[in-house]
């Protein structure tokens, strides 16, 4: 007698949850809604809401180590140069940056710039392509447009000083700036080194600084917050409070990144803000080696009133320019990227 022949082995009905049981699951491109350039991690491949966090805290773990490569490289430097330099800021009897001692701008300028390959290194390690999104909503830098900006930042920096000095000159007595800066043994070879490295360097530190709080600080919060101001504010606050400059000085810094913030956001890129800082810092780093103040290092008391008048008038002006160069360049402040999500498993049957 024949045994019975085995009932057909039924499918298992596997839960739609259960992806490692599916298999590969399918995909389908789709365009992401227009992105503002604070948005713009919404567009990068296999966005998850963790994402952004993550490249966060892996830049500040390649700045560290950046951070230890540049000082073990600078030991060497200062041993030859300058020994007393590093015991004498820990003391609290040398100023962090004086353009009469070249090593300090050196050390402080690169002790900034590495800043920039560690954001762009984590953005690659990340997966976060392609990573020029950190320049612009073009993904690269626009060199047209910052060309035309850095035209632009010099008329308002010679705006924004000359208000302050003739609002100082109005309401504050003169002061004998010369006689203070002869005062202190000015080296005239000193300061024509410093502002060698300046000229060499300022471009670089202005640039990796925007690039991590108009770039990734502002990127990072407009991946969680739709609106603006929270990217625009939040960083600028952060940004101002690492000077040390007295209050003044500090609403003067702040407005400042407020207004780079908020044209980073408007013309959808870092380039305005990067034209502003660096023309700035030229100015402020030349009149620091100059000892026309007599000071020739960075120090708490950077600030006045008058200053801030003029920051005030100097921005104004730069603002107004900016929008008309951007608008008539007729550069894009938005982006649309291709992303890839998960089909719905209803859909499948559809493709």
Do not use: C
């Not at 009469?100 to 560690?118: E, N």
């Amino acid at each position: 007698m024949s045994s019975p022949e085995p009932e057909p082995r039924k499918p298992s009905a596997v839960p739609p949850s259960w992806g490692w049981a599916r298999g590969s699951q399918q995909l389908r491109t789709v365009e992401t809604e227009p992105l503002d350039y604070h948005r713009l991690l919404r567009g990068t491949p296999a966005y998850r809401w963790w994402k952004p966090l993550a490249l966060l805290l892996l830049s500040g773990v390649f700045f560290g180590i950046l951070t230890v490569l540049v000082t073990v490289a600078v030991i060497p430097v200062l041993t030859l140069t300058d020994p007393d330099y590093p015991m004498q800021v820990a003391a609290g009897t040398a100023e962090v940056l004086d353009t009469q001692r070249p090593i300090s701008v050196l050390v402080s300028m690169v002790s900034i710039i590495i800043m920039l390959p560690a954001v762009l290194l984590a953005m690659l390690v990340m997966g976060m392509r392609p990573i020029g999104r950190i320049w612009s909503v073009a993904a690269r830098m626009r060199w047209g447009l910052l060309g035309r900006l850095l035209g632009v930042s010099v008329l308002a920096i010679v705006v924004m000083n000359l208000v302050g000095i003739g609002v100082g000159l109005l309401f504050e007595p003169a002061t004998d700036a010369a006689a203070a800066t002869s005062d202190t043994g000015f080296d005239a070879r000193a300061a024509l080194l410093s502002m060698l490295l300046v000229l060499f360097l300022v471009p670089l530190q202005s640039t990796a600084e925007e690039v991590v709080f108009r770039g990734l600080f502002m990127q990072v919060l407009g991946a969680w917050i739709r609106s603006p101001w929270f990217a625009i504010l939040i960083p600028s606050i952060g940004f101002a409070s690492l000077h040390i400059y007295d209050i003044w000085g500090l609403l003067a810094v702040g407005l400042l990144g407020a207004v780079s913030a908020w044209l980073t956001w408007r013309t959808g890129g870092l380039e305005a803000a990067i034209a502003i800082h660096i023309v700035n810092n030229y100015v402020a780093f030349g009149i620091m080696a100059s000892g026309l103040t007599g000071e020739t290092a960075q120090t708490a008391g950077d600030g006045n009133p008058a200053g801030l008048i003029g920051q005030i008038a100097g921005l104004a002006l730069f603002v107004w320019l900016t929008l008309r160069v951007f608008t008539r360049g007729g550069h894009g402040r938005q982006r649309i990227d291709l992303i890839q999500i998960p089909v719905a498993p209803r859909e499948w049957g559809t493709r």
